[in-house]
């Protein structure tokens, strides 16, 4: 689906199959109560948010309207409108010599984003995306360049351009596949835009910066949702990290968060989770996170050894083909266990931000050496709990 | 000929830049695959590998020795470095990746080095120049000025290590050796901490009494 190869070692085909003929009612019920109330709004135009909108969303939005609907309902839709030209603008000024330290960067991870898609490795066009000739586009043709594989160049110009554009950020690891999944649904242009809206709107400040605190802080909100709410989780995770050399469990987590679950869900739950995510927040990736733990609730309160359940939770998201259970469980089933608002939130991260301070400031004042200023590396490891 | 069927835990992260083949080395291990491609990787991704380590000396006999090593493979990109700590804490061994057609990769080695004999106890390190298949064509650091920073920097018994994850050169070599190395070293440990504790009952009343568990668990 999409060009991803279906079935690996985590799902076999088989299982992908056997949902995927469960599934098709649904897509094809939602696929015409979504044409119905397009047809309310006659005008072609996506109706403004309300709460049947948002219902219809967390329901999944059909896959031919999906590109259009991120657009619209996350904002970047207008960012674009009033910044017309600009993308074309930005590409033209990455070619620059300052920023060649980004395009090696991207460069290095063109080829090793979606290796396994068949549209990131052929010269096959996309069916299922709306082509315009860009005028970026067929300039760039005429160059010789790397790669041959059209999805790949307009990747390395959307990254480029957004690394222009965003200094703080420049090029982070885990953009490569979030663009890289966004243009399987829009032009690059319009990926572009929704990039940009992603991380400077809809991700809290920091999350893919240089020095990455946006994850930590994150991850420290997150645990402490899940000792609140899922003790017995909590305190089993909490139990691994008082043992040495046992990994946190915010290794995997903010991979999660990161790459906004992609690679890490079945296509289609990642999927149906950025359709709430791009209209209602980052407090969806929370939801989700908690979701995911709490219908694995059984199995890693079972599992004793740590590097066992390390294990588990790192392929735990891998098997969740079933995109409707999952969002059902995350907005219906566990709703009282997994909500958070975008107050809730914020004022969750305040406090999390100011405990990783402390926490920071305890860790090198207790160093008595007058050792200089620790490294970048060691004053984050100060702030994940170790 | 083996006398005692003893075994051990040991923990092996891979650092090293973006890009240098860090997770196609452990795939060409773990799983005797290679693609191309491999995705970059976010964070770090664990694994474990069983293999075994014959004829070490241990106690005077000829032991063979069951290793699990749980290998830590992490993301390149600078910024995920501060994670890094995270990684090498409490880690036995450090496999340090720089690719042999890339100079800066190399150059990035020695910062690491530092990083690692800062910050861990007695972690064995290990240096790896991959791409070998690239040799003839690309290569920007020649094999001679790796040894020679190797030797430097970590004694004269050191060794670099060239690999190709590609063709499958010199992989399996390069964990044997890293294994191999680990088994030795907690040998050694073990038989300073025995003849330290023989040396102590001695003192005190003249009898000795070698403890006889097999404190292998690094």
């Known amino acids: ?386 | 000929m083996s006398m005692h069927g003893s075994s051990l835990e040991a923990k092996l992260v891979i650092l090293g830049s973006q890009g240098v083949g860090k997770t196609s080395l452990v795939m060409r291990y773990v799983q005797n695959t290679f693609s191309p491609h491999s995705a970059s990787t976010i964070g770090a991704s664990f694994l474990t590998q069983r293999m075994q380590v014959f004829g070490v000396i241990r106690r005077g006999y000829v032991d063979d020795c069951r290793v699990v090593l749980q290998i830590w493979d992490t993301a390149g990109q600078e910024r995920f470095r501060s994670m890094a700590p995270m990684y090498y804490r409490g880690a036995n061994a450090a496999i340090l990746v720089y690719d042999i057609t890339s100079e800066q990769s190399f150059q990035d080695i020695s910062s690491w080095v530092e990083e690692l004999q800062r910050n861990t106890g007695d972690i064995d390190i290990h240096v790896v120049g991959s791409k070998l298949d690239l040799a003839e064509k690309s290569r920007e650091v020649p094999q001679e000025r790796a040894q020679a920073y190797v030797r430097n920097t970590l004694g004269s018994l050191h060794d670099v290590h060239e690999v190709s994850a590609k063709d499958a050169t010199g992989v399996d070599e390069l964990f044997h050796d890293v294994t191999r190395s680990l088994v030795e070293r907690t040998y050694e440990i073990e038989r300073t901490r025995r003849e330290r504790q023989a040396g102590d009952v001695q003192l005190r009343d003249g009898r000795q009494e070698a403890s006889d568990q097999a404190c292998c668990n690094v």
């Open chain 1, 1 to 386: 689906m999409y060009g991803f190869r279906k079935g690996n070692q985590h799902l076999s085909l088989a299982e992908i199959q056997k949902f995927e003929v469960e599934y098709a009612p649904t897509m094809q019920r939602r696929r015409e109560k979504w044409d119905a109330l397009l047809r309310e709004y006659s005008n072609g135009q996506l109706p403004p948010l309300s709460s049947k909108v948002r219902r219809f969303i967390r329901k999944g939005i059909p896959p031919h309207l999906r590109g259009q609907c991120w657009l619209h309902y996350s904002g970047a839709m207008e960012y674009m409108k009033k910044n017309r030209g600009r993308y074309q603008q930005l590409v033209a000024l990455s070619s620059d010599r300052k920023y060649r330290e980004h395009r090696d960067l991207i460069e290095r991870d063109l080829h090793r984003t979606f290796p396994e898609n068949i549209q990131f490795t052929s010269a096959a066009p996309s069916t299922l995306v709306r082509r315009r000739a860009s005028p970026v586009t067929s300039r760039f043709r005429q160059q010789p360049t790397s790669s041959t594989v059209p999805i790949l160049q307009q990747l390395r110009r959307v990254l480029t351009a957004f690394a222009v554009r965003c200094p703080s950020v420049g090029y982070c690891q885990s953009l490569n596949y979030v663009v890289g999944l966004l243009l399987l649904f829009m032009s690059e242009e319009e990926a572009f835009w929704m990039l940009c809206t992603i991380v400077e709107r809809i991700m809290p400040e920091g999350m893919y910066g240089v020095k990455m605190e946006g994850v930590t802080v994150d991850q420290e909100v997150l645990m402490r949702l899940l000792e609140e709410r899922m003790p017995a989780i909590g305190h089993r995770l909490s139990r691994d990290s008082a043992e040495a050399g046992a990994p946190p469990v915010t290794f995997v987590t903010s991979h999660w968060f990161l790459t906004l679950f992609v690679d890490v869900l079945p296509v289609e739950s990642n999927l149906r989770v950025w359709d709430c995510l791009f209209l209602e927040g980052s407090e969806v990736l929370f939801r989700v996170a908690l979701t995911l733990f709490k219908m694995h609730e059984q199995q890693i309160c079972a599992i004793d050894d740590p590097l066992e359940l390390f294990q588990y939770l790192q392929n735990m998201p891998k098997r969740i083909v079933n995109c409707h259970w999952l969002m059902e469980n995350c907005f219906r089933k566990y709703t009282s266990m997994t909500h958070v608002n975008a107050k809730e939130l914020e004022r969750r991260r305040k406090h999390a931000r100011d405990v990783t301070l402390r926490r920071l400031s305890t860790t090198t004042s207790a160093a008595a050496e007058p050792a200089p200023a620790p490294t970048r590396g060691e004053s984050v490891a100060a702030l994940f709990r170790l």
